[in-house]
């Protein structure tokens, strides 16, 4: 097994399920960075990296593109186009993403949180929801999302999810770390 401090999880630090993640990786030794902005509140405030405005843009898409591949609409707010720029960041860090927050019938995911999971599909990434409403993990596979026991198989990684956070999803999170490093 590789060393705990080989692995790096990247994420937003909001609060819900990247601060249960960040609280996991410090448990168990594993090196995190969470994104941010100038203004931007965290529920989560260890190892920020704040990204410039040109590091931002980097990530900058079209709120129409966006929009379409997420089945909902998005205007043209500076916040919500900062949010879906530093999601772009935490997602190209990671080679691996875990979200937790629920599956819709479209097969997006709910909320902002759709968008780590549309961006990992498109990169190519692996990608895990735990669908907190089902109680379940999924891998986008296929074209689709199919029930798989999630685990952690790469050295970088990537988290996002809902603020409003279960304790099966807790669960969840906490199973993914014990289950790849064993007892913190």
């Given at each position: 097994m590789?060393?705990?401090?080989a692995?790096?999880?990247?994420s ?42 040109e ?6 898409i ?9 089945n ?9 186009r ?58 986008w ?17 990537c ?26």
């Amino acid at each position: 097994m590789t060393e705990r401090t080989a692995y790096t999880l990247y994420s937003g630090g909001h609060r819900g399920v990247e601060a249960a993640f960040g609280q996991c990786a410090e448990e168990w030794g594993v090196n995190e960075v969470n994104y941010s902005f100038a203004g931007h509140k965290v529920g989560r405030d260890v190892n920020i990296k704040n990204l410039t405005e040109e590091e931002l843009d980097r990530g900058d898409i079209s709120m129409e593109l966006a929009s379409r591949m997420m089945n909902r609409t998005y205007y043209e707010k500076k916040k919500i186009r900062k949010v879906l720029q530093l999601i772009f960041h935490m997602v190209n860090s990671g080679h691996q993403v875990f979200v937790v927050g629920t599956i819709l019938d479209d097969n997006t995911v709910k909320g902002g949180t759709g968008w780590a999971v549309e961006l990992a599909k498109l990169f190519n990434r692996p990608v895990h929801v735990f669908d907190q409403d089902k109680n379940q993990w999924f891998a986008w596979k296929n074209g689709g999302w199919q029930e798989e026991v999630a685990q952690i198989r790469h050295e970088t990684f990537c988290a996002s999810g809902t603020r409003d956070l279960t304790p099966e999803g807790e669960k969840a999170i906490r199973s993914l770390f014990m289950d790849a490093f064993g007892t913190p």
